[in-house]
T-cell receptor, first 114, second 111 residues
């Protein structure tokens, strides 16, 4: 079974530029998550989708971050304009529907803002 | 605000000894509890999950859950140098299905 796919793996941009990350979850997984992990910290949930609807985006900085999940499958996370403090790993994860289901992470997209 | 608390460490344990990692959570409605291991530069990988009070064993790993005390722990027996990593505790809410992570505990196994 293929895992969660993410791209690009690494990205370096200048502040105020934009960047987009793509995620393809495990086939059949209804729930998709985007987490931000800053070095030395635990993953912080940015947004959670159930199929193509948003379940929670309370910690998504909506003035600069946006995310969508078209047709309930792939998802894109965009940052515009980027700030230095956005330097982090952006982890996509997916989970089958159900309260007792665990989540599976992709390899992550490493962003450095200079 | 739902929180998951872990001691950041580092926790240093001699090879062959038992490593004990602890986690507390604030949301009494939490239903599922997970331990992830994260090597430097890698994404988190699931070690164990536990839903019911008590102990759950899987090989060298034992997860312990006490919902009354809002406490979950992970024991690693016969610690190996390859166990050196950051261990993340994660909690899933029973109300909104959110999974919240702690900041992680860095574990060093001393050869």
């Amino acid at each position: 079974e293929a895992g969660v796919a993410q791209s690009p793996r690494y990205k370096i941009i200048e502040k105020r530029q934009s960047v987009a990350f793509w995620c393809n979850p495990i086939s059949g997984h209804a729930t998709l998550y985007w987490y931000q992990q800053i070095l030395g910290q635990g993953p912080k949930l940015l947004i959670q989708f159930q199929n193509n609807g948003v379940v929670d985006d309370s910690q998504l900085p909506k003035d600069r971050f946006s995310a969508e999940r078209l047709k309930g499958v792939d998802s894109t996370l965009k940052i515009q304009p980027a700030k230095l403090e956005d330097s982090a790993v952006y982890l996509c994860a997916s989970s089958p529907r159900g309260l007792q289901d665990t989540i599976y992470f992709g390899e992550g997209s490493w962003l450095t803002v200079v | 605000q739902k929180e998951v608390e872990q001691n950041s460490g580092p926790l240093s344990v001699p090879e062959g000894a038992i490593a004990s990692l602890n986690c507390t959570y604030s949301d009494r409605g939490s239903q599922s509890f997970f331990w992830y291991r994260q090597y430097s530069g890698k994404s988190p990988e699931l070690i164990m999950f536990i839903y019911s009070n008590g102990d759950k064993e899987d090989g060298r790993f034992t997860a312990q859950l006490n919902k009354a005390s809002q406490y979950v722990s992970l024991l690693i027996r016969d610690s190996q140098p390859s166990d050196s990593a950051t261990y993340l505790c994660a909690v899933r809410s029973g109300r909104d299905d959110k999974i919240i992570f702690g900041k992680g505990t860095r574990l060093h196994i001393l050869p």
